[in-house]
């Protein structure tokens, strides 16, 4: 068995939380989270119709955010290699630009579902679901899987946090059909 591959830039995602991780959370943090997390998938699910709302998306990053998307074979054997790498908030910022000006793609409309979330700050991990609707075809699952993230602290009261590390770790080795818009 080879040893586990770690990327220099953005270090292995994190693991999966454990029973053992959790702790009592105060209820107004709780809500700043599920904010986030649905504020996310809001912003993104309006971008299809609506591309100004990945200027919204992108806020939800801080200064120095990655942000990577991984197919779960890869990320088990500890391998890099991801559909979407991001190693600056710079490139996730140049990600937006390519969609709003430079993509060429068939209209679409998605819908994230995110459920679950476990929230250990700074640590969040949740399961997610994209079903994507492409023209006048009938809607179909994209993609299913786990965000394992990192949040900025403290978290106020006024401002919700932000993700300093996105990783979306989906659980089949091939996505069938083009990934325009993050996970």
Not at 130 to 144: A, H, K, R, Y
Request: contains cysteine; aromatic residues 6%.
């Amino acid at each position: 068995m080879t040893a586990p591959l770690v990327d220099p830039a953005l270090g292995a995602p994190p693991p999966p939380l454990s029973p053992s991780d959790w702790a009592p959370l105060d209820p107004a943090v709780r809500v700043a989270v599920e904010d986030l997390y649905a504020e996310y998938a809001a912003a993104l699910d309006d971008a299809c119709t609506r591309p100004e709302r990945l200027d919204d998306w992108l806020s939800l990053f801080a200064d120095d955010a990655s942000y990577l998307a991984i197919p779960r074979e890869n990320e088990e054997r500890g391998l890099p290699i991801g559909l979407i790498r991001c190693e600056s908030r710079a490139m996730i910022a140049d990600r937006v630009h390519a969609i709003r000006s430079i993509s060429t793609f068939a209209p679409r409309l998605q819908r994230r579902i995110v459920t679950g979330l476990r929230i250990r700050l700074p640590r969040v991990d949740a399961s997610f679901a994209i079903v994507e609707s492409v023209g006048d075809d009938p809607p179909s699952v994209l993609v299913t899987g786990t965000y394992r993230d990192v949040l900025t602290e403290p978290v106020d009261g006024v401002h919700l946090p932000r993700f300093a590390r996105k990783v979306a770790i989906y659980d089949a080795p091939t996505i069938p059909t083009s990934v325009i818009y993050p996970l």
